[in-house]
Every structure is written in C-alpha cells, then in structure tokens.
C-alpha cells in the first residue's frame, strides 16, 4: 500500500515525464533499506530488476496494441481512460511473471530441501 500512495503522489507532480520514474526508484530503495531493512545492495538490484520487468511488459503490450491491433497510441495517450485499459494487460503479464517466479523459487527451495 506504502508503494502505491508514493507512486500516486509523485505521478502527480507537475514534473517532465520520465523524472518521476527515476524518483520513485529512487523512494522504493530508501523505503527497502530503513523500513524492510534490505541490505542497499539488494534493494537496489531488486527495484532495478522490476522496473525493468514492468518496462518489458508495458513495451510488449505497446507492440502489440500498435503493430498487430493497430490501435493509435496518441489517441490512448491523450484518454486516460484508455490509457488505463489499454495497460491492463502489461500488469497482468507482470503478475503472471512475478508469480511463475515466485514458484520457481518455491519448487527450487523445496527441492534443494528435499536432497538436503
């Protein structure tokens, strides 16, 4: 919830676009480090590693919405109700892709357990 609201606010800074990526990047591993207590180290690679996961989503969504349903971006742009949509399935390929992970990490952990 803490993730959402800081996302929320700063997206509705009157900033350029793009600075508000950098500055919640930068928010999400000073919350990691002083209230989860991640070593800086790991809290850097792991906002890095989902930034970059959910930047792939979204330009795998992108290409397909503009390359094969030919869907104009600049009208989606200027609807945020669309723009909404029309993100939807990069979320859900983010999910589907942060839990098929958290799987594999479970089946890895319980399958080193088992020859342990």
Same mark, same amino acid.
């Given at each position: 919830?803490?993730f $959402? !609201?800081? %996302?929320? +606010?700063?997206?509705?800074l009157?900033?350029?676009?793009?600075?508000?990526t950098?500055?919640? #990047? =930068?928010?999400?591993?000073?919350?990691?480090?002083?209230?989860?207590?991640i070593?800086?180290?790991? $809290? !850097?690679? %792991?906002v +890095?590693?989902?930034?970059?996961?959910?930047?792939?989503c979204?330009?795998i969504?992108?290409? #397909? =919405?503009n390359?094969y349903?030919?869907?104009?971006?600049?009208?989606?742009?200027?609807n945020?109700?669309?723009?909404?949509?029309?993100?939807?399935?990069s979320?859900?390929?983010?999910?589907?892709?942060i839990?098929?992970?958290?799987?594999?990490?479970?089946?890895?952990?319980?399958?080193?357990d088992?020859?342990?």
């Open positions: 919830m803490l $959402a !609201i800081i %996302s929320y +606010l700063v997206r509705k009157p900033i350029h676009f793009g600075v508000h950098i500055i919640i #990047i =930068l928010i999400y591993i000073m919350v990691n480090v002083l209230i989860n207590k070593p800086i180290d790991k $809290a !850097i690679s %792991s +890095l590693s989902g930034v970059i996961v959910l930047l792939i979204e330009w969504n992108l290409f #397909i =919405l390359d349903l030919k869907v104009n971006i600049q009208v989606m742009e200027d945020p109700m669309m723009r909404t949509l029309y993100m939807m399935p979320l859900i390929l983010f999910v589907c892709f839990s098929l992970l958290y799987l594999w990490l479970k089946i890895k952990k319980r399958n080193k088992v020859f342990n």
